[in-house]
């Protein structure tokens, strides 16, 4: 193990960047010098040994929204499934993808329902000029109702454009 020093922090950062092509190993972009984070796996706990399943040491280098990404699902593997160690962290994620790799079913949940559409009023106002009966008022809602559903389909006028 070699343990760095403060001030070899950006040497090694600038080294394994140019070692990576300047590409960020999780999302594939290039990394901005700025941008660039030297990541590594923190200790769980202050008196855990350093080394042991990787901790305190160095991985590589990443841009800065994967390193918060990785540090915050790192975080939430820990706090919602005490998951800390490398294999069970490693095993979650790769059953993550195989479950997201599933793809889905035909149902819509509830919570993503499509909003209603409103009856368009220029629409509403094209109908008034060609109709030769009485147009009911425009709805308050914005819904469509029956009567001038049948209205718009009587001359072939789509009630949301």
């Known amino acids: ?9 950006k040497e090694l950062r600038e080294q394994l960047l140019e070692k990576q092509n300047f590409t960020c190993p999780l999302c594939g972009e290039k990394i901005p010098p700025d941008k660039a984070v030297l990541d590594h796996q923190h200790r ?3 008196t855990d040994p ?13 841009c800065n929204n994967c390193n918060q990404i ?22 979650f994620l790769n059953n993550l993808i195989c479950y997201y ?9 509830p919570s993503e ?10 629409q509403y106002n094209k109908l008034v000029k060609v109709c030769k009966t009485k147009v009911p008022d425009y ?3 914005g819904t469509l109702t029956k009567a001038l559903k049948k209205l718009f389909e009587k001359y ?3 009630p949301y454009i």
């Open 1 to 9: 193990m070699i343990f760095l020093k403060q001030f070899q922090i």
């Open 44 to 46: 769980q706990k202050k």
């Open 50 to 62: 350093i080394g042991v399943d990787g901790d305190g040491m160095v991985r590589a280098v990443l």
């Open 70 to 91: 990785e540090g915050k699902i790192t975080s939430a593997l820990k706090r919602f499934k005490n998951i800390t160690k490398n294999d069970s962290k490693i095993k």
């Open 101 to 109: 790799n599933q793809g889905t079913t035909e149902y819509v949940h």
């Open 113 to 122: 329902k499509l909003p209603i559409q409103k009856v368009s009023k220029r």
């Open 139 to 141: 709805p308050k809602s």
């Open 156 to 158: 072939e006028i789509s």
